[in-house]
Structure formats: structure tokens, C-alpha cells
């Protein structure tokens, strides 16, 4: 089943009076399960990409189809209401709520979603404990290393049990260990929960770890060869 999928999509933006072509007739398809990781140089259109099949953004033209909804035909709030219940979103900066606990930041999407019950409470005790940090429930933000709150994003962006999970170069402010950490993470929560994975990286290395590689030039996405390991 077809999880993602953009079909034509152009996305322009305007600098002054120069236009600036970054999606130029995309393409993309994107099984359920599957785990991509997105290449591309700095500006190739990576985190714009993210943005149409999040709903963040919409396309000039073209569709963008996940979990079966052109998603580009939708207005802002059925946007933010689709991605609330289908899609979680990891950053490269943490992007946790500084005067939120760990464990209230864990909670935010499902109490934005309506949902906080105890079922939710107990799904964030059993994540915070998956991602090592049970007993830092109640530190705040700053309190944590960069990899220990970004290991509380990648649960906050699990923790509604999303379809799919959209990462914008997770590791890409972490050290080599804390990296490890959060990608053994990613690779934990995705088999255990058959999530479907698009992941920007610019580590070559870390592609390897997706069944998929694709690479973002001149507004197209082309597949590349994954290296065996
Ligand atoms: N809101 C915006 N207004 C104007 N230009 C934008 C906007 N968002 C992105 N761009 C431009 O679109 C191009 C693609 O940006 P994007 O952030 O998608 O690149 P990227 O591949 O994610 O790069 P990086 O690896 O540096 O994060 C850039 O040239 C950027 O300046
Ligand atoms: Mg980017």
C-alpha cells in the first residue's frame, strides 16, 4: 500500500522579483513500512519536501497523497487535524517546549489531539522508559543533553502512533554516540510499530540504515543504489 506519494508537485518561491524553482515536477512514492532516507545539498528543497507531505505547506501544483488524502486540496485546519493524527515529526534542533517537563512535552500531541487519558499516560511511561529516561519525567528541556532530548522528540513524535514519521536531520546536531542512540531508536520504534519512515539526512552512513535511499537535485528525487552492509 501506498503510503506517500507526490505526483507533479512544483513548489516556487519568490525572492524579491526572482523566482526560485525548489520542487519541479516531484515525484515520489513511498510504500507502508518503508524507511527513506533523503539526500540532497544544502537548499536542494529537503525540508520543503518534508513540509508538503507533513501539510506544513502546500504545493503550487501537483498532489501530495498520504494516507490517502491529497492532503494539497485541504485547508489549514483539516491540515493541522491530519497532521495531528497521522503524522510525527523529529527535528534537528530538539524543538521541545522549554517550560513543558520532559513528560508533559511528551504528552502535548495527544492532549492536542483530545486524547489524554490514562492509556496515553501509560504509552508515555512505557516510551520515556524505551527511550532510557524514565526517571527524567519531570526535568525540563535544559536540563537534558542534546541526544537525551532528542530521544524525548523522537518518543513525542511516536507517542500518537502516527502512519508516518517525518525526520529533518535528527542526528545532525548530535555526536557520534548520542547519534547512534537516536537512529537505534528510530530503527526500534519503526519495526515495533511498522511506521513508515522519510528521513532527511546528509550522512551517507546513515542512509545505509534505510531500505531506501533518495536523493533531491534539480527538484527531482532520484533513487539511489543502497550500499549493502
Ligand atoms: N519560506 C521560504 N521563502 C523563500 N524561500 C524559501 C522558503 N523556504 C525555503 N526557501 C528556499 O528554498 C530552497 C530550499 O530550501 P530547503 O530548506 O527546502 O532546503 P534543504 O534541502 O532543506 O537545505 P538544508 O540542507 O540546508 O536544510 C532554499 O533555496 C531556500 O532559500
Ligand atoms: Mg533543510
Given at each position: 500500500m501506498s503510503m506517500i506519494r507526490l505526483r507533479g508537485v512544483h513548489k516556487t518561491f519568490l525572492e524579491g522579483n526572482r523566482r526560485h524553482v525548489v520542487l519541479d515536477g516531484t515525484n515520489l512514492e513511498i510504500e507502508a513500512g518503508q524507511t527513506v532516507a533523503l539526500l540532497g545539498r544544502s537548499g536542494s528543497g529537503k525540508s520543503t519536501l518534508l513540509n508538503m507531505v507533513s501539510g506544513i505547506d502546500v504545493p503550487d501544483a501537483g498532489e501530495v497523497i498520504v494516507c490517502n488524502e491529497n492532503?494539497?486540496?485541504?485547508?489549514e485546519s483539516a491540515r493541522t487535524l491530519f497532521r495531528r493524527h497521522h503524522v510525527g515529526f523529529v527535528f534537528q534542533f530538539f524543538?521541545?517546549?522549554?517550560?513543558?517537563t520532559v513528560l508533559e512535552n511528551l504528552l502535548l500531541p495527544v492532549e492536542l489531539a483530545g486524547k489524554l487519558n490514562n492509556v496515553a499516560r501509560e504509552r508515555a511511561a512505557d516510551l520515556l522508559a524505551r527511550v532510557g529516561l524514565?526517571?527524567?519525567?519531570?526535568?525540563?528541556?535544559?536540563?537534558?543533553s542534546g541526544g537525551e532530548q532528542q530521544r524525548v522528540a523522537v518518543a513525542r513524535a511516536v507517542i500518537h502512533r502516527p502512519s508516518v514519521l517525518l525526520a529533518d536531520e535528527?542526528?545532525?546536531?548530535?555526536d557520534e554516540a548520542a547519534s547512534s542512540a537516536v537512529l537505534d531508536l528510530f530503527a526500534e520504534l519503526v519495526s515495533a510499530s511498522d511506521v513508515t519512515l522519510l528521513m532527511v539526512t546528509h550522512s551517507r552512513e546513515i542512509a545505509g540504515r534505510c531500505s531506501r535511499v533518495l536523493e533531491l537535485r534539480d527538484g527531482v528525487a532520484h533513487e539511489l543504489q543502497v550500499q549493502g552492509t
Open positions: 492532503i494539497a486540496c485541504l485547508g524543538n521541545l517546549i522549554p517550560t513543558l524514565a526517571d527524567r519525567a519531570a526535568s525540563y528541556p535544559e536540563q537534558l535528527p542526528t545532525g546536531n548530535l
